[in-house]
């Protein structure tokens, strides 16, 4: 399947680091050479995906929809996996705008503030999804998730990913309440 060229805008380009993140899921469940012909069975002619630089949304998904195929997963499950691996990564790249206090739900509540504005202010020409977070009660909070790109199941893994870190896994039950592949998505976080 080849990549067809379309007018670029920031709606359909994302950053490198998630391609960078990409590479590293795929080569961490099997190796270099595996990532090299994904990316040539899709019709990607580049080897690799500079950090700061900002690819074609269109190769990322191409790329994700064969290595699900290659691990046997739907995508959206290929996607909460990538989500959760991507955690420790993104924790260290935005430590400095955490809080080291927090612990999952803080995490949760700050997320579209601190981490998504650290994101936005570093580069402008990103954009993240929007995450609307809403606490009910002290053990429950709402988020809602909008993206263009819809990629909910990467929101999810994230979510899951958190938990893990802060050691918080069996407090922390993360349901999806909308469609996966919706542009507005509703995840339900219970915390014991």
């Known amino acids: 399947m080849g990549i067809v060229s379309k007018k670029m805008n920031k709606q ?12 590293k899921f795929v080569e961490s469940n099997y190796d270099y050479s ?14 690799s995906y500079p950090m700061h630089g900002m690819y074609p949304t269109d ?9 699900a195929e290659k691990m ?4 959206y499950d290929f996607m909460e ?8 990564d993104l924790i260290e790249m935005y430590k400095d705008y955490l809080d080291p206090a927090w612990c999952t739900y803080e995490m949760l509540i700050y997320t ?13 020409r990103t954009s993240p999804p929007k995450l609307l977070v809403t606490k009910q009660g002290e ?5 809602n998730y909008t993206s263009k790109r819809r990629m909910s199941g990467v929101a999810v893994g994230i979510i899951r ?4 870190y802060y050691q918080e896994s069996d407090k922390v039950t993360v349901i999806r309440l909308s469609q996966p592949a919706a542009e507005k998505v509703q995840i339900l976080v219970d915390f014991e």
């Open 12 to 23: 359909n380009l994302m950053h490198g680091s998630i391609f960078v993140m990409l590479r």
């Open 34 to 47: 595996t990532w090299m012909d994904l990316l040539k069975k899709v019709g990607v002619e580049r080897t």
């Open 59 to 67: 190769e990322l998904f191409a790329i994700v929809h064969e290595v």
């Open 72 to 75: 046997e997963i739907p995508v």
């Open 81 to 88: 996996k990538f989500g959760e691996f991507m955690v420790p």
């Open 112 to 124: 579209e503030e601190k981490m998504h504005g650290a994101v936005k202010s570093q580069d402008k």
């Open 139 to 143: 053990k429950r909070l709402i988020i």
């Open 161 to 164: 990913g958190i938990a893990r």
